[in-house]
């Protein structure tokens, strides 16, 4: 049974960091990211990475200020968060695909495969 688990998620101020983590195991997957929705907003897509770590992929607001990275050995995956706006708050959630390939695009548009349950991440202004 594939298992997405975030954790990591507060209350910062503007300005601060925080680093959310997502430990998965079920199965082996190509490609991992986070997704965010904001209140009474659409999920958006945030950023991605494959698993080998060759590639990344974040969209435009989150770029200079998101790292995702992941943690073979421990299978869990990070995002770290740093000058963090107050529209960044957000429940974020993490996913998961197991389909070949390298397709940003498609995990922006269409999501992944496999979800978390979500950590919510506040920012006060």
């Known amino acids: 049974q594939v298992q997405l688990v975030e954790s990591g998620g507060g209350l910062v101020q503007a300005g601060g960091s925080l680093r959310l983590s997502c430990t998965a195991s079920?199965?082996?997957?190509?490609?991992m990211g986070w997704f965010r929705q904001a209140p009474g907003e659409e999920r958006e897509f945030v950023a991605a990475m494959s698993w080998s770590g060759d590639n990344t992929h974040y969209t435009d607001s989150v770029k200079g200020r998101f790292t995702i990275s992941r943690d073979n050995v421990k299978t869990t995956m990070y995002l770290q968060m740093n000058s963090l706006k107050p529209e960044d708050t957000a429940v974020y959630y993490c996913?998961?695909?197991?389909?070949?390939?390298?397709?940003?695009?498609?995990?922006?548009?269409?999501?992944?495969?496999?979800w978390g349950k979500g950590t919510l991440v506040t920012v006060s202004s």
């Open positions: 079920g199965r082996t997957f190509s490609a």
């Open positions: 996913a998961a695909t197991g389909a070949s390939g390298w397709e940003p695009r498609y995990y922006a548009q269409f999501g992944m495969d496999y």
